[in-house]
């Protein structure tokens, strides 16, 4: 099963260190694989520092592919992480 999701970066600083770690440590809850893509570059969910090079700041469409078996579950997760600004504003 594959899941695709574009969101909003809507929290005021972006994506950053301690959010980057929320999403590896989500990414990393599932067994399907992780993908995040910003402006035609794809780096691998689970490294903080491929998260970190896509640069996104607030205002960014950031898009989340999942592959796998509980891909619906993960996407689902990403999808209320972000909603909730990553639990800051």
Do not use: W
Request: hydrophobic residues 45%.
């Amino acid at each position: 099963m594959v899941a695709i999701g574009t969101f909003e970066i809507t929290n005021k600083l972006g994506i950053h260190a301690r959010v980057a770690a929320k999403l590896v440590e989500t990414a990393n809850r599932f067994q399907a694989e992780t993908f995040l893509e910003k402006d035609g570059v794809e780096v691998n969910g689970r490294s903080i520092l491929g998260i970190l090079t896509l640069y996104c700041p607030q205002g960014s469409r950031l898009t989340i592919r999942v592959e796998g078996v509980d891909a619906g579950e993960a996407m689902a997760a990403f999808a209320g992480l972000i909603e909730a600004k990553f639990g800051e504003t």
